[in-house]
């Protein structure tokens, strides 16, 4: 029961913490000096749940190593937008849906409703 209520608070704080940065709009967004910081937030927050995953035992390593690629997917996804420009509204509501799947698939995993990716050959 408390771990659930711990995931529910975290996961909590990674969506609100996210959607406080997408309701600016996109321009605005991209020229405020502190929509970088709210997404780094975002990420930290999520890192900070796949570990808090393992070290619980919630997730194991392959599932962690799994989660991490994907938010270092939508962290290449960032800089590259970013590379070009401000952030426009398509590639804000491109960040907002990876982040939340992701953030979905954390869960899902922290609570047993999906198996750990195959390997690889």
């Known amino acids: ?9 975290v996961g909590s704080s990674v969506a609100g ?7 600016v709009p996109a ?8 929509a970088p910081a709210r997404m780094n937030q975002v990420h930290k927050q999520q890192q900070a749940q ?32 970013r590379a070009n420009g401000p952030l426009t509204g398509a590639e804000a509501t491109q960040i907002k849906n990876e982040t939340q799947h992701e953030n979905a698939a954390i869960k899902r995993a922290e609570d047993g409703k999906t198996s750990p990716p195959t ?3």
Do not use: C, W, Y
Request: hydrophobic share 40%; glycine share 6%; charged share 15%.
């Open 50 to 81: 796949i570990h808090q995953g393992v070290k619980n035992g919630e997730l194991n390593q392959q599932q962690a190593q799994h989660l991490a690629k994907g938010e270092k997917n939508i962290q290449a996804t960032v800089a590259k937008d």
């Open 119 to 121: 390997p690889q050959p």
């Open 17 to 23: 913490a996210l959607a406080i940065f997408l309701t």
């Open 27 to 34: 321009p605005a967004a991209a020229n405020h000096h502190g």
């Open 1 to 9: 029961m408390k771990s659930s209520i711990i995931r529910f608070v």
